[in-house]
């Protein structure tokens, strides 16, 4: 079973309320001990560094120094084949509304003329985790909530562990070798770069990676870097886990991509096509376990005239339920499934696509829905 679990991640940070639980310390000077939840400090007057335990109700405390942190407490347990507990991490960038102090970030990456990280870690045997950045990216200069895109970079892991999604093949980034995955985790895409054997420490260039992610063509240059991150993932145990030492720089000089216009606010409920709206195709992406599945749905605009406000209607199989959606407003009335667009994605022009997702239960065996109609015109399997 692969890691679904970790989608719940997302879905619970998207929880009202969510955000206003995270605690913010001042900068840290001597070392820190932070155990909230989502406690966090400022070291170098430059980088943030956060507990995140989002994954577990069990304590964890980090102890926070000048150059990075470690994990002095970490009580918390999740089955393998699930999400990790929590991802103690150092960062640059917009997270949930916390930015590191003075940062440039969000950053288009067209404007980017460079992107560098460096790091070192502490490992310790006995303990199931990986160690990790996270790359956060998005179409819109976020500073808050999900993005769309997660690129993860695999240092090391220990146990029985494995990224979101499938292998899709290998990849000699930044001259190394890595092991690349993709997937879905519920509430962002992700492509994970694994590397065969543990890494204590690097300088390397973020760019690279950013750039590979965007030629297997899940970013263009039009979207935005929201933050750099390095710490931890742990299932069971950790306790001793730490960075040494951390930097990370963007620097900006490249030709800025004007981002596509703002869309035409939709109708609440529309119930008619648009003329030339003579065609569309729906491809539709699960990823599903023994008891949950999550999706993702593409709208292609086969037509000749632009869609300003879609509703896309379909049955879903028996034992099928959603739970939560992004990207659409998303109902279900027993097997009748309604997807409508909010407010920013409901222009769709010709040869043009619109997309969501969502999460749902399932009870029996797992098959995807196979009839879609927008707008009341039956759609094409993409």
């Known amino acids: 079973m692969r890691r679904p679990i970790r989608a719940i991640a997302a879905a619970a940070l998207l929880i009202p309320g969510t955000i206003a639980a995270i605690a913010l310390a001042g900068p840290a000077a001597a070392d820190t001990q932070i155990c909230e939840q989502y406690g966090s400090t400022t070291i170098q007057g430059r980088y943030v560094v956060q507990n995140n335990r989002w994954g577990t109700t069990a304590q964890q405390c980090i102890n926070v120094t000048n150059n990075g942190f470690s994990i002095t407490s970490q009580q918390g347990s999740a089955p393998t084949n699930g999400a990790p507990v929590s991802y103690p991490s150092v960062f640059l960038g917009c997270h949930y509304t916390?930015?590191?102090?003075g940062t440039n970030l969000p950053m288009q990456v067209s404007q980017i003329s460079s992107a560098t990280s460096s790091i070192s870690y502490n490992y310790v045997s006995g303990a199931i985790y990986n160690a990790s950045y996270d790359i956060w990216l998005d179409p819109s200069p976020k500073r808050d909530g999900v993005n769309q895109m997660e690129i993860m970079i695999w240092f090391n892991r220990q146990g029985?562990?494995?990224?979101?999604?499938?292998?899709?093949?290998?990849?000699?980034?930044?001259?190394?070798?890595?092991?690349?995955?993709?997937?879905n985790n519920g509430g962002n895409n992700v492509i994970s770069y694994v590397s065969s054997s543990p890494i204590s420490s690097w300088n390397f260039s973020v760019l690279d990676f950013i750039n590979d992610t965007r030629n297997r063509g899940a970013i263009t240059n039009a979207w935005?870097?929201?933050?750099?991150?390095?710490g931890f993932e742990p299932w069971q145990g950790g306790t001793g886990l730490g960075v040494n030492s951390f930097?990370?720089?963007?620097?900006?000089?490249?030709?800025?991509?004007?981002?596509?216009?703002?869309?035409?606010?939709?109708?609440?409920?529309?119930?008619?096509?648009?003329?030339?709206n003579a065609s569309c195709a729906v491809t539709y992406t699960a990823n599903s376990w023994n008891s949950g599945f999550t999706a993702d749905v593409r709208i292609r605009n086969g037509g000749s005239s632009t869609i300003n406000g879609w509703t896309l209607t379909?049955?879903?199989?028996?034992?099928?339920?959603?739970?939560?959606?992004?990207?659409?407003?998303?109902?279900?009335?027993?097997?009748?499934?309604?997807?409508?667009?909010?407010?920013?994605?409901?222009?769709?022009?010709?040869?043009?696509?619109?997309?969501?997702?969502?999460q749902g239960?399932?009870?029996?065996?797992?098959?995807?829905?196979?009839?879609?109609?927008?707008?009341g015109t039956a759609c094409s399997r993409g």
């Open 224 to 230: 935005y870097l929201t933050s750099i991150q390095a």
């Open 314 to 358: 379909y049955n879903l199989p028996s034992g099928q339920q959603v739970t939560n959606a992004w990207n659409a407003t998303v109902s279900q009335s027993g097997s009748a499934v309604t997807a409508r667009n909010i407010s920013w994605n409901g222009s769709i022009a010709p040869g043009a696509t619109a997309s969501f997702g969502y």
């Open 160 to 183: 029985s562990i494995q990224p979101i999604g499938s292998p899709v093949g290998n990849a000699t980034v930044g001259g190394r070798n890595w092991e690349v995955w993709r997937g």
């Open 247 to 276: 930097s990370a720089a963007v620097n900006g000089g490249g030709q800025p991509t004007n981002p596509p216009p703002n869309p035409t606010t939709p109708p609440p409920n529309p119930t008619t096509p648009p003329p030339g």
């Open 361 to 375: 239960t399932l009870s029996g065996s797992y098959s995807s829905p196979t009839a879609f109609s927008l707008n």
């Open 98 to 101: 916390n930015c590191s102090p």
